[in-house]
């Protein structure tokens, strides 16, 4: 779990400091991949996910 958090942190802070639309866009998935991720351990093991990183994207099929 520690390393999906510091993965899901390193994806924000890129969202933060992306220089073109481009780049914007892919640290943006990468950000929702690693939230998504993160909301599917917690939930296989039966723990809450309120107060956790969440996937924001609009079309995360």
């Known amino acids: 779990m520690n ?3 510091f993965d899901h942190q ?3 802070m890129k969202t933060d400091q992306s220089g ?3 780049e914007r ?3 943006l998935e990468t ?11 917690r939930k296989a093991n ?3 996910n309120l107060g956790w ?3 924001v994207r609009r079309d995360v099929s």
């Open 46 to 48: 039966g723990l809450s």
């Open 31 to 41: 950000l929702g991949g690693r939230a998504k991720r993160i909301a599917e351990w």
């Open 20 to 22: 073109s639309a481009e």
């Open 53 to 55: 990183p969440c996937d």
């Open 25 to 27: 866009l892919e640290a």
């Open 10 to 12: 390193l994806a924000a």
């Open 3 to 5: 390393q999906f958090l």
